[in-house]
């Protein structure tokens, strides 16, 4: 074996256990913020229904999570908008929660909560994010059907790419795509790594610092949407941190 080669595989047999080390700091530092988003309904069954993931940030009374993963019925008699989190004795735990904060064209909403705040997550620069950074995101994949023990996936960030336009075909130009075209793209994170649409609301951290510089938002589905369970893409996208950041300056 050449002696540059062997030098380079050396390099990387010694600099793995860093790297899972580091992963397993961040792991721990990031899980005690990551929440269940849904609703609750006492005549309902189940009471609770799971819609997805968010995480803790700011004051620690406050939470970040998908605008699309606020329910649009907000009438007297829809249930209600709750988290789940656990108390000190880690027992299940619902809290009450309003939107005080909503970007729906970057699928954004933050929520505030009653009661003792919860560790909040560090929220990192993400201009500063590279391709071919190695992250991890916390969440709670396909529902409660995996149990409400928070999950983590690690991959890394592929690429940094404006967000698609709307096709060509008519039905893909809505209101909400016109406005989007209005505004102009954003860049996204394209993630080498599968997420589920239990993930939505999940927070994307750096492997080593453990500090949060995106949201999960979509996964790309190949054919149905019950396929992205069945045959996962493995191609995720996220929203950089610092539209969260710009959205929580105002409130």
């Known amino acids: 074996m050449p002696r540059i080669a062997a030098t380079a595989l050396l390099a990387l047999v010694v600099a793995l256990p860093a790297v899972a080390a580091d992963m397993s ?9 990551v929440v269940v988003v849904g609703t609750y309904q006492k005549t309902a069954s189940p ?11 700011a004051s620690g009374n406050l939470a970040a999570t998908n605008a699309h993963v606020i329910p649009e019925d907000t009438g007297p008699d829809a249930p209600a908008l709750v988290i789940r989190t656990r108390d000190a004795s880690g027992q299940p735990q619902l809290r009450p929660a ?3 904060g ?3 064209d970057r699928d954004l909403a933050v929520l505030r909560f009653d009661g003792p705040p919860l560790p909040a997550v560090e929220l990192s620069d993400s201009d500063t994010a590279r391709e071919g950074q190695m992250i991890g ?6 529902g409660g059907a995996l149990g409400f023990s928070p999950v983590t996936h690690r991959g890394m960030i592929a690429s940094i790419t404006p967000i698609t336009l709307p096709g060509s075909a008519a039905r893909q130009l809505n209101e909400k795509a016109i406005r989007q075209i209005k505004r102009g793209a954003f860049d996204i994170f394209q993630l080498d790594a599968t997420a589920y649409p239990g993930n939505s609301g ?5 492997a080593a610092s453990g500090e949060v510089i995106g949201i ?9 949407k019950e396929s992205a369970l069945s045959q996962p893409s493995g191609i995720s996208y996220a929203i950089p941190a610092n539209y969260l950041k710009r959205l929580l300056d105002t409130l």
């Open 25 to 33: 700091a961040s792991i721990a530092r990031v899980k005690p913020s």
């Open 47 to 57: 009471q609770f229904a799971m819609r997805g993931t968010g995480f803790i940030v």
């Open 98 to 100: 309003r939107v005080v």
């Open 102 to 104: 909503r970007d729906p």
């Open 137 to 142: 995101f916390t969440g709670f994949p396909i």
């Open 202 to 206: 999940s927070p994307v951290f750096d």
């Open 216 to 224: 999960v938002n979509m996964v790309f589905i190949k054919g149905s």
